[in-house]
């Protein structure tokens, strides 16, 4: 059974420093192209960043970042211990919410990544940045 699970989140106060696990389970997310969605309270859902498929060249493939978050997140993915990483740095109140990790086999390239057209989704873990 095809199942992602979150974990890393909590309180943190602001300009601090978080790490968000999803550990993939029942398929290889080297073979998935994956990303990290955040929803803030009372929002929609967003995507925040993204790695595609990997071409073989490259184990972690192509990675996307939503202007937002750029240069604050950093998403990975260690394909052996088949977990996706994100790693979030100078936290500010407005990434508080939830963060889903997704994964998706049949992405195209003819849509960006970090639109949320991902067929399995985790069941988020929430993050509260606050002093």
């Known amino acids: 059974q095809l199942r992602l699970v979150e974990s890393g989140g909590g309180l943190v106060q602001p300009g601090g420093s978080l790490r968000l696990s999803c550990a993939a389970s029942?398929?290889?997310?080297?073979?998935?192209?994956v990303g990290w969605f955040h929803q803030a309270p009372g929002e929609v859902r967003e995507g925040g960043s993204c790695?595609?498929?990997?071409?073989?060249?490259?184990?972690?493939?192509?990675?996307y970042y939503a202007d937002s978050v750029k240069g604050r997140f950093t998403i990975s993915r260690d394909n052996v211990a088949n977990t996706l990483y994100l790693q979030i740095k100078s936290l500010e109140p407005e990434d508080t919410g939830v963060y889903f990790c997704a994964a998706d086999p049949s992405y195209d390239g003819t849509y960006s990544c970090l639109d949320d057209k991902y067929a399995y989704w985790g069941q988020g873990t929430h993050v509260t940045v606050s002093s």
């Open positions: 029942g398929f290889s997310l080297a073979d998935y192209t």
């Open positions: 790695i595609t498929v990997s071409d073989g060249g490259d184990e972690n493939g192509s990675t």
